[in-house]
């Protein structure tokens, strides 16, 4: 089947993916075969490693003693585990899932190996969502590989017509690329329609738009820990809401082309710099201070 995909518009793929009467991740995993003359089986292998790698920094980020270089961060995620257990006010599953993102995030800032998905900044929220749907017996392993494919394709579009930096685009190009790349998996694994997929894209990079990248002491770990919290939360209301059948009035190619207009806008104090926002407080500052030194 011959498919060869541009990446250069979601709602493409998504028309893609429903005239051919496919999942997207099949689309892709197809398209992908082709164009890089590698077999789907190679590739599916390789995929389902990179979830054995989030699975794996699920379970090391859980380590209560665990902590950054810096030592600013580490051990949340066993008390967010433990929080989980009692329900929480969002349900034992979320918590949870929160618990997986925390987990990633503080394994990436202590030098643990993850997948950058798409970034090391924004690791913690596909892990948070699709582990937490195949940990949670929500589905089973090959679904939770192929929608990995799914939310790699939402990435790629981004990648090409905004950024996935947040150097480039702000936190917005970070976590809410991730968030929109989850949300997407997030329908699939969900039984919905490509057509849906793209909504949940739209309606996760919506909720994000403008969002800045002021790291303390330029480390991807305050505020962006948190920040993979934040966009888990919205990768699974934004799914429910497409699944719903609510769609977004902005298209979704649309809305990536206001995540790059509002990151070029951005000021490049907000831009990974650490030079405004909350790297700019005077805790932020005194942070610095703790790890470098006056200097």
């Known amino acids: 089947m011959s498919v060869m995909l541009d990446y250069d518009s979601i709602a493409a793929i998504c028309r893609a993916a429903e005239e051919k009467q496919m999942t997207i991740s099949a689309l892709v995993l197809s398209d992908q075969a082709e164009q890089m003359e590698i077999p789907a089986d190679e590739l599916y ?14 379970r090391e980020g859980k380590n209560p003693e665990l902590r950054s270089t810096s030592g600013l961060t580490g051990g949340d995620a ?4 433990a929080y989980a257990e009692t329900g929480g006010i969002t349900g034992k599953f979320l918590n949870h899932a929160i618990a997986r993102a925390v987990a990633v995030s503080e394994y990436n800032a202590a030098m643990g190996k993850i997948v950058a998905s798409p970034t090391a900044g924004s690791c913690g929220i596909l892990p948070g969502t699709v582990v937490s749907m195949l940990e949670e017996g929500r589905c089973d392993e090959h679904a939770a590989v192929m929608a ?15 950024s996935i930096a947040g150097a480039q685009g702000g936190c917005q190009a970070e976590c809410g690329s991730a968030s929109a790349m989850a949300a997407a998996a997030l329908v699939e694994l969900a039984g919905g329609t490509p057509t849906q997929a793209g909504e949940a894209c739209a309606i996760a990079i919506k909720n994000q738009l403008g969002l800045v990248c002021d790291p303390v002491a330029g480390l991807v770990e305050i505020p962006c820990i948190k920040r993979n919290v934040s966009g888990i939360a919205i990768a699974f209301t934004s799914a429910d809401l497409a699944l719903a059948g609510v769609e977004s009035k902005i298209p979704v190619d649309e809305c990536v082309m206001a995540m790059r207009q509002v990151g070029d806008m951005l000021p490049c104090a907000l831009k990974e710099t650490s030079q405004a926002g909350l790297a700019a407080t005077p805790t932020g500052i005194r942070l610095k201070k703790q790890v470098f030194g006056e200097t």
Do not use: P, Y
């Open 45 to 58: 292998e390789r995929m389902k490693k990179s979830l054995h790698v989030m699975q794996e920094a699920v």
């Open 148 to 162: 990995l494919f799914t939310a790699g394709a939402i990435g790629m579009v981004i990648a090409g017509q905004a």
């Open 78 to 81: 066993a008390k967010v585990g």
